[in-house]
């Protein structure tokens, strides 16, 4: 195990230089240059030296780049270039909402899902089972756009269930009162697609020979579904969770811009826009490293649910 | 899906049992609004934004303001004791600063009181020239006063900024004088210190957070930081070492209902009233405007046009919002959006006739007229100058048909000097033939690409070809400093409501800086010079004119708009008048918490 | 020997041109994919139309008045002119400042008065309503959702096109060849996957500029993940088949193996990738236009239509959100029904 972990560890070294050169090249290389941007109105050329200097970016690029690799390993990004906040605290400051989302939004979806599924595969075949299949396909097919600008007028403004937007700085008066709107849509949203997924899962199970042994033997249809189809059918679910996991915390940028939430999503975009690359950097390589380290976990607890899983 | 149906409604009793909640400790005085966009942070020497200024605004005290009645604005002295008067001809200024005036308490002050001095004020206009402040205003004071200067360039070598050595252009005369000595007389100089950006600061505080000074703003104003999300939640509250002031009558207008109304609100009352200020920036506009609507908000400032038709349809508040007593407000500010021409092109720039027939085509084609009324649902008032209203210098006589939406003369005046199609593309062509395109520079955001598409569709009108090119907010800036644009979309607001700081856009010795679409006449900039010589007068008034005369002539820019903002308040809103140059002034605001209440319970 | 001959003889149950024609005979029994078939077949039409410019191509015409109401509202709806207008008032009477001892263009103030009067200025007639009403310049939404259907339809399929072949290129070489190659593959789908998928776009815009094309290149150089994942799979489980190996012992080229043998046996996933391909790039371009990346101005798409619609909704104004929200609702849940029928068509372990 420990070797296994040590090796796993070892190989995220190249992925993660990738993702740096990656960056680099897109954001530094050829993006866009903050200096004009920081100069003000007036932009006077000793000014926008004077700042070049400062941020350091009339470095020659492997200078820049080599000071970018020392960032990562001291995991010190220094200060928001429009701001002057630390990173670090921009982005512990960001992490909560959107995990305030994220959270309850992925647990709702997945306990929904999967209910949905099981059922749904249970009367598979059934005009129910094709109406559910339809539906969630339409439901699937319209734009997330569409969906936040009705729900936000309908249930925020018209019917006046949620607030509009907002949030504060309690978890409790967030999780009741400015979260659950936003949560809500976005469950509207993935749910179709893990219900349908989900689904397949099941009737792969249902189609194995255990499953007709089992009924042979006389089983209740309902113990069969739950104790055999339902158990063995997790470890897919499982995985697809896991694979999903990283985007928890990036949050949804579109969510996060409509209903005013201070998430890391909405961060992305406007670092972008303002080309605070200190920000960006350090978002992407923190993701990328929790991505690669989700990973591993979800293949480790593989091992501990189903012995079978070898760790190679 | 089922199970989904049901939810809402829990929450939603959870949510009012919340809101019950909030009601005990009613008797707070609370204003919430929302910024239009997301703030930067509070050192005013270090930003330059709007948002980041309005939060200064209330946390400082510049030496100067504008009053808070007086149209045409008027300056007022707030942390000096008067407005200076110019001496030697306009190039030396003495403040007098108020006595007894205290900074907010701070651990910096390591306990003590600590009194404003004329050194802060000093401080704060040489950290304007540090270079490690990276101000973006510190134009405000280079190239103006007498070695300050020399102290930057000296900083930029030495890597430190000298702040003890004395320089001839900043003296401390005393601990509550402060003189300021120019190096040419400048008669609008004064205007300057009513900016956040030269208020004063207390240099142990700077010194004591560093480089975390956008999140320590200590200041002698009204209102103090209590709480901040960056670019979420601004939370403000009242200063309680503030003096406290009342409000000053001298320039309302007494036969002004607003004016009426707002001094009723605030009669005998020592300022500010409110105990605390949540601003929330949101980029988004439906849900900035919908947090008013519903009542989340105590005000909006700059209704989105998207939605002035919902609120107020041809100018006139809607009489359902009318009778929820809300007020509204509508104010040109001093700022003008205008699409400018890149004089240095081959092709669309130039001063002979030929050119500047292109430009004045090109201006009376694009059709200004659906800019206004579609594009900004009517909140537009067409720009005849260089020079918007409410600004000292503004003259409402100046009107004149060569801004206008008026496609014949366009054409007509292209196929007189030779801008016709040659090679029978359907395109016009240059006068020599060559391939006509016009290169149109804008940024990302909906309304560009809708006013980007405007222009697109007026140049197809008249048969010339127009590509617009969309790129993101520092590729915009870049291209422009460049030059490598034919037409952009600018604007500009004022940083001092003087003709001059608009005028100053065209003056060729400016360029490329200011004046970045780099407009070289040399017989304005004869004008210019003169004016800037000159304290307010008719005959500045007239050089002024003069000014305008020649860049609607020479056409270096399509001027478009003067476009008019909605502000609307709910009725427990009191005090409230929107200025134009200030963003808010929520010293003079004040809540009635039980008509609130009362209309918050039906 | 005959190709057929040897995907025939290959055990395994790999799909084969017979197969394709049972897969496509259970397609047809398909009554609900046959009906999406139509509608996806339909969609090509009116997007083939409307690019030889036989429809839609005049959709720029400002036809109506400002959001004009749609006609089949026009019992319920009060047709008032409130927003056209304004408060423009300039056309006035005033005596304008005369320039005419500046203005270079003054020595011929004549003669361009006298070819001013020769110009016509043709004058729109300005309906109040329209079938499915009218954008804030008074264009027929109708029009504008035909034409965005050419542009998103382009872009959804040019890009999945680009994708699904990056993704097939490179899970083919690294499933075939594994090793140093794989190993090289493997580490590129990492980086890109370790990125968020936002950044990786907003990245790619960045760089990339403005432009059709530009989207197209952006959605297929980000997009190409999920196909490549697959693919390779595919490629590792073939390439050790007998047919494959057959092949090899008679002297087929790597390359033949490749792509003349192994891919024919996969290209039920291709396809079924490209399809949900098609699907997501439709929906991220209107992402795309709401974050201001999208296609140029002079160019309509639904993502445009959408982002342009946000505040209308608010505005009572509907018609634009509703018509081109629909219309590419209506497309994706047809193709994504179909290539759900086509799965389960070409893929008889599941139903």
Redesign the interface.
Known sequence: MGAYLARRLWQMVPTLAGVIALVFVLFNWVGGDPALILAGKVPDPAQIENIRRQLGIDQPWWVQLWIFVQQVFTFDFGRSWSTNQLVSDVILSRLGPTLTIMVPMLLLETLLAVTLALLVAWVRGSLTDRVVMVVTTVAMSISFLVYIIVFQWLFGYRLAWFPVQGWSEDLWTNLVKFAPLPVLLGVFVSLAPSLRLYRSFFLDEIGHDYVRTARAKGLSERRVMLRHVLRNALIPILTYVGIGLPSLFVGSFLLEMFFSIPGLGREVIDSVNRSDFPVIKAITVYLAVLTMLVNLLVDVLYHYADPRVKLR | MIDSARLPGALLLAALALLAGNTAHAEQKVLRFAFRSVETGFDPQRVDDLYSSAVNNEIFEPLLEFDYFARPVRLAPLAAESVPEPEEGGSVYTFRIRRGVYFSDDPAFRGQRRELTARDAAYAIKRLRDPRNRAPYGWLVQDALVGLDELHDEALESGRFDYDRPIAGIEVVDRYTLRLRLKQPDYNFLYRFTMPQTAPVAREVIETYAEDTMAHPVGTGPFRLAEWTRRQKIVLERNPSYRGRTLDTTWADPGDPEHRRVIADLRGKLLPQLDRVEIYPMDASQPRFLAFMNGEHDLIQEVPVTFINQVAPGGRLLPSLEARGIRMQRVVPPEITYYSFNMEHPVIGGYTPEKVALRRALVLAHDVDSEIAVLYKGQGQLAYGPVPPGVVGYDPDFRHHEQDYDPARAVALLDLYGWVDHDGDGWRDRPDGQPLVIDYLHSTGATAREAAGLWEKSMRRIGIRLVARGVQFSDQLRDRKAGKYMIAAAAWAADWPDAQNFLALLYGPNAPELNDNRFRLEAYDRLYERAAMMPDSPERNRLYREMSRLAIAYAPWRLSEYLVWTHLSYPWVLGYLKHPIYHTRLEYLDVDVATRAAAQAR | MSEPAVIAGAPGGAPSPGLWRIAWRRLLQDR?AVACMLVVVAYCGVMLASAAGLVASDW?REVGV?YAAPAFLISLHDVRD???????S?RAE????D?SD????A??YD??RR??A??D?ESVERSLTLPLGGD??GRDILRKTVKGSEVSLTVGLAAALIATLIGTLLGALAGYWGGRVNDLLE??Y??F????Y??LI???A??L??GMLTIILILGLTGWTGVYRLMRAEYLKHREREYVLAARAIGVGHLTRMFGHILPNTSHVVLVQFSLLV?AFI?TE??LS????GV???VVSWGTM???????????KWWQ?AVA?AA??????AI??LT?AMRDALDP???
């Open positions: 609900l720029e400002t409130e927003e056209a207008g304004g408060a423009i300039r005033f005596d304008a400042v320039l500046i203005d270079p263009l020595p011929r003669e361009w070819q001013t020769d110009v200025v804030q310049w580490w590129l990492n980086v996957t370790s990125i968020p936002v950044l907003l990245a790619f960045a760089v500029g403005r699907v929906k209107v992402i709401f974050l201001g990346l140029p101005v002079e959408l982002a342009e619609a946000q505040n209308e909704l608010v505005m009572g959100l929200g590419m609702a209506v497309l994706v849940t994504s029904l759900d372990k599941l139903r």
